[in-house]
């Protein structure tokens, strides 16, 4: 159960990266109320940009262009907060949500000053996971809005900064929201594929996969002239499109109102998981026993731990019957490699006793 009512689930957020004109904001706001799609609209005036000089938001007269909207559409108006003053401002400008942007969950001195100044106001407030890949700081974020006394909290997923090859702006990282959800049940979570992906072609398949693994809602980022636009221009859809991103969304039912049988059905194949993974356990320890017995006699005849032409030809052997069993080369690599390192860590144990200590 989560403070967002049942009827807007998925909850769905839309508006402009940022308000540019008052004609723009509202332009954007009444299209996307048009299309009967939108629960919240969005829009920030603050924008904490990684370099100097780029747009850094109109400021407070954004505020007002916000009320405006609030008072054609009647939809709630969300706005992103970084600092005290932001806070009262929205505060007194009436702003119905507030949202903590990635580069500021990053700062805890940031999101206390934030949390301290809401302590005894009712808004909702949303905390973007940190642009790194670091669930304890988001915890520790969304810990000191519980903190503050604040109820209706949420998280919303944005993806992870990396470099390297780029598929997505910041990569998705999917585990690494599921692990906060684990660890923090009652807390919605809204998934953000615009600044996921950082292009329009794949908001669709992102927003989807957030349905799927029953996410509360949605954040997509929205502008009448998409090109034009003064931040985030190559993510941003026109209302239209974005409506239509919604449209094509299957939305898949919550497990607690399928029918018994379907319960039964999926309660037997878990079973088997069950036994499958307890399997899992204990070839694993199988393997760590021969490893730990090659740990001793490498030791007891002075012999390297890392065989280097061994590993090279495990790591293709699982890659190459990954690849037969339809599993992707990362994951495969990813298990044989974590394998792989536990091995050594139990060798180096061995390795690194000294016979004093053994003979304890
Ligand atoms: C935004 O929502 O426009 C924004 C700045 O996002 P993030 O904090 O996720 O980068
Ligand atoms: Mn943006």
Not at 65 to 70: D, N
Not at 227 to 240: C, G, I, N
Not at 286 to 299: A, L, N, T
Not at 328 to 337: T, V
Request: negative net charge; aromatic residues 6%.
């Amino acid at each position: 159960m989560s403070w967002i009512a049942d009827h807007h689930k998925p909850l769905l957020i839309s508006g402009p990266c940022s308000a540019e004109t008052e004609d723009q904001v509202i332009e954007t706001a009444v299209r996307l109320q048009k299309t009967g799609q939108i629960h919240v609209f969005r829009a920030g005036i603050w924008k904490p940009r990684t370099r100097p000089g780029a747009f850094e938001g109109v400021g407070k007269i954004g505020l007002q262009w916000l009320q405006k909207v609030k008072e054609i559409t009647g939809l709630p108006v969300m706005v992103e907060v970084a600092n005290s003053d932001h806070v009262e401002a929205c505060l007194n400008a009436g702003i119905d949500i507030l949202w903590i942007g990635a580069r500021t969950t990053v700062n805890p001195f940031a999101v206390q000053e934030v949390a301290d100044t809401l302590k005894g106001v009712d808004i909702p407030v949303f905390l973007k996971n940190p642009v790194s890949p670091d669930l304890e700081l988001w915890i520790g974020g969304m810990e000191r809005l519980l903190n503050a006394g604040l109820q209706k909290v949420g998280a919303i997923h944005r993806g992870f900064y990396f470099s390297g090859e780029k598929v997505y702006r910041n990569r998705p990282q999917w585990q690494i929201a599921i692990d906060f959800k684990t660890a923090m049940p009652n807390i919605p979570m809204i998934n953000d594929p615009s600044h996921i992906c950082g292009r329009r072609d794949m908001l669709g398949k992102i927003a989807q996969q957030a349905i799927d693994l029953d996410f509360n809602g949605l954040m997509i980022e929205s502008h009448i002239q998409p090109d034009d636009a003064w931040s985030d221009a190559k993510q941003q859809v026109t209302p239209e499109v974005y409506a239509n991103i919604i449209h094509q969304l299957i939305i898949r039912q919550p497990e607690h109102q399928v029918s018994n049988e379907a319960i039964e059905y999926l309660e037997r194949l878990r079973k088997k998981i069950d036994l499958i993974d307890d399997e899992i356990i204990n070839i694993l320890t199988s393997r760590m026993e021969i490893v730990r017995e090659i740990g001793h006699y490498k030791k007891d005849h002075n012999i390297v731990i890392l065989q280097s032409q061994r590993w090279k030809e495990i790591l293709e052997k699982f890659i190459k019957r990954g690849h037969d069993a339809q599993l992707s080369e990362e994951f495969i690599s990813k298990i044989i490699k974590s394998i792989h390192d536990e091995s050594i860590e139990q060798q180096e144990k061995i390795m690194s006793k000294r016979q004093s200590d053994q003979d304890i």
